[in-house]
Nanobody
Framework: QVQLQESGGGSVQAGGSLRLSCVAS????????MGWFRQIPGKEREAVAA????????FYADSAKGRFTIALSNTKNTLYLHMNGLKPEDTAIYYC?????????????????WGRGTQVTVSS
């Protein structure tokens, strides 16, 4: 069974940084799309960033461009999200997702495996 486990969330003041991690088990890191999505309180879940194994071209939502960086470690079976310049509007539960093969990396409908989420809280 494929399992995704997020970690690294917490509380930080505006302008601070956090690094989220997602450890994947039960799946090989070949031909896999992985991404980060978030659920802001009172809003629909939205894409943050995604990457395909074997590709050097990650995809970012407009809200993440210039501030967040997604990275994938094949050897560690771990997906990362480096978040800099955090804003209060970044407060959300951040979810890690994966799927064996995909076409639209930022479309959450593509993903079949989901983690339980990690809370990120940014105070002003």
């Amino acid at each position: 069974q494929v399992q995704l486990q997020e970690s690294g969330g917490g509380s930080v003041q505006a302008g601070g940084s956090l690094r989220l991690s997602c450890v994947a088990s039960g799946v090989t890191m070949s031909s896999v799309c992985m991404g980060w999505f978030r659920q802001i309180p009172g809003k629909e879940r939205e894409a943050v960033a995604a990457i395909r194994t074997g590709s050097d071209s990650p995809f970012y939502a407009d809200s993440a461009k210039g501030r967040f960086t997604i990275a994938l470690s094949n050897t560690k079976n771990t997906l990362y999200l480096h978040m800099n310049g955090l804003k209060p509007e970044d407060t959300a539960i951040y979810y890690c997702a994966a799927v064996r093969g995909c076409e639209r990396l930022l479309s959450q409908a593509e993903y079949t495996f989901w983690g339980r989420g990690t809370q990120v809280t940014v105070s002003s």
